[in-house]
């Protein structure tokens, strides 16, 4: 089994910033991709941002120039910068990963999520 755990969500005026973590730990061979999904209320879940294990990244229209996202492989731990925040960007934010547990195993794991409100 592999775990993600998230932190780094809250409350912030648009405008401001928040960087969210998410640390991947478990039955870990490599880690492929890692990434961000978020999902406002009444819509479906929707890429935010990716990033290999090779550091090729992959953004939302809606985030590009204002997120960023990065890893460090050492730690299992990818993370997403977000600044210039909008209320448009309210949603709980969902860490992926996907790899191999063994030669044998591979996984997709999501974390639990964690809330970003941007607000006045």
């Known amino acids: 089994q592999v775990q993600l755990v998230e932190s780094g969500g809250g409350l912030v005026q648009p405008g401001g910033s928040l960087r969210l973590s998410c640390a991947a730990s478990?039955?870990?061979?490599?880690?492929?991709?890692m990434g961000w999904y978020r999902q406002a209320p009444g819509k479906q879940r929707e890429l935010v941002a990716t990033?290999?294990?090779?550091?090729?990244?992959n953004f939302a229209d809606s985030v590009k120039g204002r997120f960023t996202i990065s890893r460090d492989n050492a730690k299992n731990t990818v993370y997403l910068q977000m600044n210039s925040l909008q209320p448009e960007d309210t949603a709980v934010y969902y860490c992926?990963?996907?790899?191999?547990?063994?030669?044998?195993?591979?996984?997709?794991?999501w974390g639990q999520g964690t809330q970003v409100t941007v607000s006045s």
């Open positions: 478990g039955s870990i061979f490599d880690i492929n991709a």
């Open positions: 992926n990963a996907n790899g191999r547990m063994d030669k044998f195993r591979s996984f997709d794991s």
């Open positions: 990033i290999t294990s090779g550091g090729n990244t």
